[in-house]
């Protein structure tokens, strides 16, 4: 975004804190509501990574075994946390950029509500014995018309919200991926439900097209929405023009030819048409670019800037996120490659992969964006740096970890033990062990820095953050008087100046 | 960029993919033409035949989460070595050598092909042979074996080794399914496919309908049926060169 | 406060048609695909079609061939309509069914007050459990059909068997019937005039060893050439009685046991006739075919 001047109008304030206003409650219970899914998807993880070494963990009883605690996990991870954080996100950064406010909080709460109760019974029928078995659509067959219904009663408002934008000038880039984000879930999520489990098709195609739907939700919808928020992030606290506005529209459009191409490699090696294999990975690898350069673009824009780094919470998350983003676009190239697939294809790799997108990735952008958005909707500061920096430090911690041992060592090493059919079995499930181990102290780091989050994203929500104009940063600097102005309680120096 | 042209680039790049990667795939591999056994007149059709209740037992075998642990592709060998461990792909041994790849109709019968996401448990493709090789050694019949692997996988009796010794099997994280038994009490001569655990007098453990369809599934993966010769991979001077024509 | 007014862009139209437009564009991908795949077919079982074609293949050709040995269509209906047009041998007449109802109100309204009350009285005094309900219809090959028997034997018969005069075959039967229903000279009279009126059994009596035989042993000089045409009326009708019931009064009126009425005349013409006689004979009157005994 790029501003004329530092110094916003009056007019921009208040329509700023306006369109704030009008989506404080939609926007919250997002974000509220995504993270307790967080938590339960992280405690469903911890459960589930236990029981890969440790199975009589808690009991034997069906609804925890790791057949069903582990699609729970993931799919509470998603549609849970992952589409909850987005939807507050999208809906906030699209009416802030529009310059517009919503007249529709009530209409997307509602439709929050349901896609929560959608969830809920996903969840519920997977656990209890009613997942479908196609991986990241676990949730019985009745539940996606329900999720979809409900997003589109959330999407369309995005929409509507850009097409009534104000202003002359060129849409925002992050106006853009936005949109694309919008419209890509639907067409995405319906073609292969519709494919999945409608349609009567081959038993294989079912199952390279759902190889398909986790790519392309991952770089078509989760990326495009991080991206968007990490260039609004970045560009808002730095307050700087994007790096190159070129290549970000040229990222853009890269992402869009090369991204629905991929995904079929994940059924490699199996029977479908060599096409569709081969072309799947090689979109894959080739989506590393626009990956890449969109990271590129961001980081530019904060170089130098490494006070504001330390400073400024969102900004740190979301450069995370970007580093996060630029490590998975590497790490798709490696995954997808045919001599790579051999032995990361049946091990916990592409599980890693995941993790790294959904919360190596999109999860920092989207804390970065929380921890930016909250304050302006509840008009409370956050409460404590240290659970900021508590947040901050064991989610790398855990995400590094699940890295390693996931992708790096772990996978490649099971790989190479099942590839090696001289020896027993046992030998490809022994040498997981340690890695298993570590992969469940990295969620209970996750989760560790997730409970901080929650607990303090629920005081905020309780309208219990800190009454103060300065916002809350990860450094003390002590200074009465900043660009922010005297320190004060917010509300009382409103009616001071009124 | 305008709105239109965004419209119309959305349109066509996601639309370009769709079309080549979805849905013509889908399309041909719907009719799929029958192939014949071998390049002579008179050859039959490759058909692959199938029994037992495979679509209900693969419900299960989804419900469940068999598929997060347990793959059921035997990759080409540019691709993966698993066709060359025992009992992966086939039976191999003195007389005859059925290994082969997965095959397009091997998930015949099933709505979805349940490749697997990992490999914690072996793969499951020619689960059949393995379940009655398990059975000869154990002296019990390929399902009662089954059903207590599903009871308790850990379960040291069900491996036997070459001199009949048990085998370590703590290494295994297959969960228990417990939730498809039921402990009852004993009548007349039991359940013929009552657990052969100890429980408190005059009960016994038998299996529910689930354990039994899931069986009757995991029974029928025996994907190893002779292949026409035009899609028979095998070296020529291996067993499974010769197709069968019958 | 919002200036919302320089927002030129938001309108109520451009929402709505966003909103529809946006849903709509939101959607296209599925209709697409429901589009193609419609279009495409849902999987076919290439094998089992081709395997099927073959089968039908196979049925066609042995469909063709069989149809060139049947004989062409209409060649057994000359055999069909002879079947069908002669006597039956037995009657469907199930109580209960239609055509049993309709027969019963015929019988019971046709014809005059006394016949009428005849008839009633044919049900009720319960003649009907072995002669069956229109007189034609007995439970037993011996039991006579009664229908269009001439009155006055009809009359005499009854009284012969119900005074102990008549002792033949089921008579000893009949007479405790007519003893347990009280049966007045008075009914007995109605009854036999409702039976008289009653129909005859249909039958046509062929040429052949049976005629010659009728008319050899002179039945025809009593009992009509057709043997339906008595020349007294205390002389009973034969066309069509039961052959059973035909030949078991011929053999005790031959020696005796039936002795009433006209029986004694009749003896010394029986003494001609052999037992393979009467069997020919009373088929023939039974109007049975030759080939048919």
């Known amino acids: 975004m790029s501003t004329q001047s530092n110094a916003p109008t009056t007019e921009d304030i208040e329509l700023r804190s306006e369109i704030d206003r009008s989506l404080r409650h939609p926007v919250m219970f997002f974000f509220t509501s995504g993270a307790a899914w967080l938590a339960v998807s992280l405690v469903l993880g911890i459960i589930a990574s236990i029981k890969t070494h440790n199975p009589a963990f808690l009991g034997e009883g069906s609804f925890i075994q790791y057949g069903r605690a582990f699609p729970a996990h993931i799919n509470a991870l998603v549609y849970g946390w992952g589409a909850q954080a987005a939807f507050g996100v999208m809906i906030w950064l699209m009416a802030r950029l529009s310059r517009q406010p919503s007249r529709n909080a009530g209409t997307l709460l509602v439709a929050g509500h349901i896609w929560n109760l959608g969830v809920m019974l996903g969840i519920g029928g997977i656990l209890a014995g009613h997942g479908t078995g196609k991986h990241w659509m676990e949730f019985p067959t009745f539940v996606w018309p329900v999720l979809l219904a409900s997003y589109a009663a959330i999407a369309i408002w995005v929409v509507i919200s850009f097409r009534v934008r104000r202003g002359d000038d060129e849409a925002y880039i992050s106006q853009w991926y936005i949109l694309a984000a919008c419209i890509w879930f639907p067409w995405i999520y319906l073609t292969a439900n519709l494919y999945v489990n409608v349609f009567d098709v081959h038993p294989l195609m079912a199952a390279a097209i759902n190889g398909w739907f986790r790519q392309a939700l991952v770089l078509l919808f989760f990326v495009p929405i991080g991206i968007a928020s990490a260039y609004y992030i970045t560009a808002k606290i730095t307050a700087r023009a994007v790096y190159n506005y070129s290549y970000s529209a040229g990222c853009f459009w890269a992402l869009a030819i090369i991204a629905p191409w991929a995904g079929f490699h994940a059924v490699m090696g199996s029977p479908i048409p060599m096409f569709l294999q081969y072309t799947g990975a090689a979109a894959s690898m080739l989506a590393a670019v626009p990956l890449i350069f969109a990271g590129v673009n961001v980081l530019k824009t904060t170089s130098g800037q490494a006070e504001v780094l330390a400073h400024s919470p969102s900004l740190r998350f979301t450069v995370a996120g970007v580093f996060g983003l630029i490590a998975l676009a590497v790490l798709g190239v490696i995954l997808a490659h045919p001599d790579a697939i051999r032995y990361s294809q049946f091990s916990l790799a592409s599980y890693g992969y995941d993790v790294l997108a959904l919360y190596g990735f999109f999860s920092m952008c989207m804390f970065g964006a929380i921890y930016f958005i909250v304050p302006r909707v509840t008009r409370r500061e956050w409460i404590s740096r240290r659970l900021i920096r508590t947040h901050f430090w064991f989610s790398i911690y855990g995400v590094c970890l699940i890295l390693l041992f996931c992708t790096v060592l772990g996978s490649f090493q099971q790989g190479a033990a099942q590839e090696n059919f001289n020896q027993p079995w046992k030998q490809a499930v022994k040498s997981t062990f340690p890695y298993a181990v570590g992969i469940t102290f990295a969620w209970v780091a996750i989760l560790w820095a997730n409970i901080f989050f929650f607990i303090h994203l629920t005081l905020m929500w309780l309208r219990l953050g800190r009454r103060s104009s300065h916002p809350t940063l990860l450094r003390r600097d002590h200074s009465a008087l900043g660009p922010h102005g005297p320190e004060g309680d917010i509300d009382e120096l409103e009616s001071a100046k009124a | ?246 | 406060m919002s200036n919302q007014f320089s927002n030129h862009r938001d309108t109520p139209l451009r929402r709505f048609t966003a909103f529809w437009w946006g849903l709509a564009y939101f959607a296209i991908f599925g209709l697409v695909s429901a589009l193609f795949y419609w279009q495409s077919g849902s999987p076919v079982d290439a094998v089992a079609q081709v395997r099927a074609a073959d089968r039908y293949e196979v049925r066609a050709k042995v469909d063709a061939a069989q149809a060139e040995l049947l004989p062409p269509a209409g060649a057994t209906d000359k055999l069909t309509d002879e079947i069908q047009g002669g006597p039956q041998a037995t009657d469907q007449f199930v109580p209960g069914s239609a055509s049993h109802a309709r027969a019963m109100e015929q019988l019971a309204s046709g014809g005059d007050e006394a016949a009428n009350e005849g008839f009633k009285l044919y049900t009720a005094k319960a003649c009907n459990t072995c002669h069956g309900a229109d007189a034609n219809r007995p439970i037993s090959p011996a039991y006579p059909k009664l229908g269009g028997q001439n009155a006055e034997y009809l009359l005499a018969q009854i009284k012969d068997i119900h005074n102990g005069v008549r002792t033949n075959g089921g008579s000893a039967v009949m007479k405790g019937m007519t003893t347990a229903m009280n049966l007045t000279e008075d009914e007995m009279k109605k009854i036999s005039d409702w039976i008289a009126s009653a129909d005859k059994p249909v039958v046509e009596l062929v040429e052949g060893d049976g005629k010659n035989l009728y008319t050899a042993k002179a039945c025809a000089t009593c009992h009509g050439a057709d043997a339906n045409t008595p020349i007294m009326p205390i002389y009973p009708r034969l066309a069509g009685q039961n052959s059973q019931y035909l030949y078991d009064q011929m053999q005790a009126i031959k020696d005796g046991t039936r002795a009433n009425g006209q029986s004694a005349v009749m003896k010394g013409i029986m003494a001609n006739v052999s037992e393979e006689e009467m069997k020919v004979l009373s088929d023939w009157i039974a109007g049975q075919k030759a080939d048919q005994q």
């Open chain 2, 1 to 246: 960029m305008t709105f239109k042209y965004f419209l119309i680039g959305m349109f066509a790049s996601f639309g370009l993919a769709w079309l080549c990667m979805i849905a013509i795939p889908t399309a041909k591999m719907a009719s799929l033409p029958p192939v014949k056994m071998s390049g002579e007149e008179d050859a039959e059709y490759y058909q692959r035949k199938t029994s037992g209740r495979v679509l209900n037992g693969a419900q299960i075998y989804a419900a469940n989460g068999c598929y997060t642990c347990h793959s059921q592709l035997i990759r080409p060998t540019y691709l993966g070595s698993q066709i060359f461990r025992k009992d992966f792909a086939g039976i191999s041994n003195a007389d005859v050598d059925t290994r082969r790849e997965t095959h397009y109709d091997d998930y015949l019968g099933e709505k979805y092909a349940q490749i697997g996401l990992t490999r914690m448990g072996p793969d499951l493709s020619n689960y059949g042979h393995r379940a009655d090789a398990y059975a000869a050694k154990t002296g019990m019949s390929a399902e009662q074996w089954t059903i207590a692997h599903l009871y308790n996988p850990r379960n040291q009796k069900l491996q036997l080794g070459e001199q009949g010794e048990e085998i370590d099997m703590t290494w295994s994280n297959c969960p228990s399914q417990l939730q498809m038994f039921k402990e009852k009490d004993l009548v007349g001569q039991g359940d013929s496919l009552a657990l052969n655990i100890n429980t408190v007098a005059m009960t016994q453990v038998v299996p529910l309908e689930q354990a039994r369809v899931l069986t009757d599934y995991l029974l029928t993966l025996k994907r190893d049926s002779a292949l026409p010769e035009s899609m028979n991979n095998a070296p020529k001077n291996s067993g499974a060169a010769a197709a069968d024509v019958k």
